[in-house]
């Protein structure tokens, strides 16, 4: 089946520094790929749409300066968290959907993120 | 707004069937019903869907009513590796932004 790929599963930062996530599709393309955020005991919660060769789009109350995503292939999407700070300390889950099999959403495994 | 409702948490015997409630009574025409589960620090993981036939796989049974207003997500031996936090989902095939509500706490017991 397919899969996607997130990396790394956690990671532990300095507040003021900056941290980068990977997702990748691994047997698809995937020229979208969506970004969620979840605080512990809460739900997930989608924070971006990850568009191939476009600029991402944001949901309502998601600092796009903060929160940069690059999307430069159809396999491979990137968020990168600038200048970290405790409370972004949270789990980032990344999906993917393949344009050949609509009916299913493949996510990530996720990570962690700890900024200190 | 949320789009299903779900018990906020359920226990069940490890080996008997585990039937996981949702309700959906404003369900579109065009929207299926989803369920996907989370365990614990994962990301979540796609179990079953279905449009208005009943469905089945590997992992589990889907069932939805006449009207499409609920369905019942059926896990037909729980292991205790069953524990996590399922997922009732509508939407419709070309909207891949998922709106996750609470889901439902499954603890299986040995």
């Known amino acids: 089946g397919a899969v996607v790929s997130q ?18 599709s691994l047997d698809f393309q995937a020229t979208t790929m ?18 191939e060769g476009s600029k991402a789009t944001y949901e309502q109350g998601v600092e796009k300066d903060k929160f940069l995503i690059n999307h430069a292939s159809l396999t491979l999407s990137t968020l990168t968290v600038t200048s970290a ?22 996510f990530g495994s996720g990570t962690q993120l700890s900024v200190l | 707004d949320a789009k299903t409702t779900q ?18 009574s404003t369900i ?23 449009l208005k036939n ?19 997500l059926i896990l037909p031996h729980a292991t205790l590796r069953d524990t996590a936090v399922y997922y ?8 891949y932004k998922l709106s996750f509500g609470a889901g439902t706490t499954v603890t299986v017991r040995a």
């Open chain 2, 28 to 50: 579109s025409g065009n929207e299926y019903v989803y369920w996907y589960r989370q365990i614990h620090s994962q990301g979540p993981q796609y179990i079953i869907h279905g």
């Open chain 1, 7 to 24: 990396h790394p599963s956690w990671v532990i930062c300095k507040s003021g520094t900056s941290v980068k996530i990977e997702c990748r």
């Open chain 1, 85 to 106: 700070h405790p409370e972004d300390s949270s789990f980032y889950i990344c999906s993917a959907s393949n344009q050949g099999r609509r009916e299913k959403l493949f």
């Open chain 2, 88 to 95: 009732c989902i509508v939407r419709v095939l070309n909207d």
């Open chain 1, 34 to 51: 969506f970004w969620y955020r979840q605080f512990p005991k809460q739900s997930l919660m989608l924070m971006a749409t990850s568009n």
């Open chain 2, 7 to 24: 018990p906020t948490s359920m226990d069940c015997a490890e080996g008997r069937a585990a039937n996981l409630p949702c309700n959906h």
């Open chain 2, 54 to 72: 009943n469905e089945t796989n590997e992992m589990a049974s889907l069932i939805i009513t006449e009207d499409r207003k609920s369905s019942t």
